[in-house]
């Protein structure tokens, strides 16, 4: 299988593993039928190997959504993307969003996968973090070209 080199994460994630691809590489069997990767994050072994076959899982059911979102409509993905603005006001509306719990499960899966990825973008450090209550409290980035 050829692998694809512009194939990597699209998010930063606490305890991602890219910083460590070159000693994690070596340590892996060279030959397997099934990569599974119980806490995938942003992927970087799974996107680093490419393998076949694999099995991925994560806590995070929203990042999990982006992941299939990718997967089954990406061009909608993208258009979705394109409708977000680099502004604090903005930024601290889609944060939000997620404390009207009926108001957020009525989001389109499309809609979760580009607020997680957004919010990725353009939070203070990439710190995807939520509270007890289980909602994104990560401050703004002020990135000029998130």
């Known amino acids: 299988m050829v692998k694809n080199k512009l194939v990597i994460p ?7 593993k890219r910083q460590l691809l070159d000693e994690i590489i070596p340590l892996l069997p060279k030959h397997f039928t099934t990569y599974c990767e119980p806490f995938l994050g ?23 959504t982006a992941y299939e979102v990718i997967r089954d409509d990406v061009e909608a993905l993208i258009e979705s993307l394109k409708k977000h603005e680099n502004t604090t006001e903005y930024f601290y509306a889609v944060r939000d969003m997620d404390m009207d719990k009926t108001s957020y499960q009525a989001l ?11 919010l990725n973008k353009t939070c203070f450090n990439g710190l995807f973090r939520v509270n007890s209550s289980g909602e994104f409290n990560s401050p703004f980035g002020h990135y000029k070209n998130p």
């Open 10 to 16: 699209f998010v930063k994630w606490v305890g991602g």
């Open 42 to 64: 942003g992927g970087a072994v799974l996107f680093s190997i490419q393998p076949s076959k694999a099995i991925v899982s994560d806590l995070n059911i929203d990042l999990i």
């Open 108 to 118: 389109s899966r499309i809609e979760k996968a580009s607020r997680l990825i957004y």
